[in-house]
């Protein structure tokens, strides 16, 4: 049976040019950056090479790229620097961000910094009017994402941090690049972002491995101390083997983001059409115009989301039921309910996401898949078009 694997944003399989990248490294340049024998300048040559390339890829200084574990570190980073300066102070972050800027925001409103959590729309785009009106000379952080990690909406970036600077200027603004990094173009300059996070294993790096850009002059205090890596922000021998592949892979997805992009956006449109098509009572929750094109999210009313997701596990389609941090919660998605989506739309969604590797084919297939699942769970509870049963 072929493996489809529909679930490129919870994970990527590593692609072949990270894995030579990290043997490569494992087994000849295993020296620690920090030394200075000749294996040592090996190791930080390759360092300082890893750096520069990500540093070209974002339009930056390599002295602005700091490594860390994954996309989630690198935005508590930011949040919980940026908070650190002043005891008090406003916080807004948007009601759909993922959990590792949600739950920072929610533990330092707990300290008793004045959180305000920015509404969407009925599409996921943040409130501007709302952002203009809650912006204070008090605001110490923003922070939105780039790419909805579940509905793929893309936030204005640009609006925002005009906005930002103007009514809060001394405020950091942080964007989680992590869904769109390598997917679509970056800006920072445009955005007048003060950080961006990014993960290396959503663009087929290994788990692990991931960066903060931290814009020069930015008041972000060291993150761990100790020995001095990082230039003393982050502190600890660096994994080197998953650096050098963060940057094989960054450079190998970004040389082809527009052939990808218009091979992913035809797998998904293939998908929905014939979606569609075969199964009545879809719905996709978002604006797929105005979305990044390897995400679809959709909702198939009277199937519940882990029901689906085993089904057509078994037959070797991977997907998932909204976010993969949250689908072990059993807890209903704070995206869909920020976006006002009603509980019956909430309980069946269905998130697909797509890269490179995948195909027109897998999408026929797959949908055709799902139509014969869903049919039969409809018709094992009782459910019938129309919500009667």
Not at 106 to 134: H, M, R, T
Request: glycine content about 8%; overall charge neutral; proline content about 3%.
């Amino acid at each position: 049976m072929q493996e489809i694997y529909f679930d490129n944003s919870a994970t990527t399989k590593v692609a072949p040019e990270a894995i030579a990248a990290a043997i490569k490294v494992m087994a000849e340049e295993y020296g620690n950056p920090s030394s200075i024998h000749s294996k040592g300048v090996a190791a930080f040559r390759l360092l300082q090479q890893s750096r520069q390339e990500l540093a070209q890829l974002l339009a930056a200084d390599k002295k602005e790229i700091y490594y860390t574990s994954c996309g989630s570190e690198s935005n508590n980073a930011a949040i919980y620097g940026a908070a650190v300066r002043l005891h008090s102070g406003r916080l807004i972050v948007g009601a759909t961000e993922h959990p590792s800027l949600l739950e920072p925001a929610k533990d330092l409103a707990s300290k008793g910094y004045d959180l305000q959590l920015l509404p969407v729309d009925g599409w996921g785009i943040v409130d501007l009017a709302v952002l203009e009106q809650i912006l204070t000379k008090d605001t110490l952080f923003v922070g939105v994402h780039y790419v909805n990690n579940e509905t793929g909406a893309i936030q204005p970036l640009r609006e925002i941090g005009a906005m930002v600077k103007q009514l809060a200027p001394q405020a950091h603004f942080h964007i989680d690049g992590v869904q769109a990094f390598g997917r679509l173009a970056v800006n920072l300059a445009e955005w007048q972002a003060d950080s961006f996070a990014v993960s290396g294993h959503k663009i087929h790096a290994p788990k692990g491995i991931g960066l903060l850009w931290l814009k020069s002059g930015s008041k972000i205090p060291p993150f761990i101390r100790g020995g001095g890596q990082e230039s003393g922000w982050r502190s600890g021998t660096e994994n080197l083997p998953s650096i050098v592949a963060l940057s094989a892979a960054a450079l190998k997805i970004t040389a082809n983001m527009g052939q990808n992009a218009a091979r992913i956006a035809a797998v998904k449109q293939t998908l929905l059409t014939n979606i569609k098509q075969l199964v009545e009572e879809s719905f996709v929750n978002g604006d797929i115009s105005q979305a990044a094109p390897h995400i679809l999210n959709m909702s198939f009313i009277g199937v519940k989301s882990e029901v689906l997701v085993h089904y057509l596990e078994q037959q070797e389609i991977y997907v998932s039921s909204g976010s993969a941090c949250s689908s072990h919660k059993n807890v209903a998605s704070h995206v869909l309910t920020a976006m006002g989506l009603s509980n019956e739309r909430i309980a069946s969604e269905i998130r697909f996401s797509f890269c490179p590797d995948n195909n027109i084919e897998e999408a026929i297939i797959a949908a055709k898949a799902l139509a014969s699942a869903v049919s039969e769970i409809r018709q094992m509870t009782g459910y019938c078009s129309g919500g009667k049963k």
